[in-house]
């Protein structure tokens, strides 16, 4: 289910945003260009799939996002990574030992 949610773009960049420090839905809403009714629905999104929380401050909710359901994305990923960081540095060597006039 956090792959579909971070399929949207709006989405990533909400998380983009809220990775530098918490922020209220007002100024999501002029960061992304959406209407505010938007901006809660993708919030709402990534709030039911644990990637960020709510507080209540005086009259307004600041949302952060919560780093331990994407440190189990980066530990679930890790091994695809290593994998493919292996077979591009074998590329990129294989490219450098290429004749640049074939």
Partial sequence: ??????????????????????????DL???LRVSQPAVSK???????????????DAQRRVYRVRPEPLR??????????????AHLDALECHLDTMDPST
Avoid: K
């Fill in 42 to 56: 993708h919030l709402r999104v990534l709030r039911d799939a644990g990637l960020v929380e709510a507080r209540v």
């Fill in 29 to 31: 809403v002029g960061i």
């Fill in 1 to 26: 289910m956090v792959f579909e949610v971070l399929a949207e773009p709006h989405r990533r960049l909400i998380l983009d945003v809220l990775r530098d420090a918490e922020r209220p839905v007002g």
């Fill in 72 to 85: 189990q994305l980066d530990d679930w990923l890790a091994p695809d990574r290593a994998m493919w960081t």
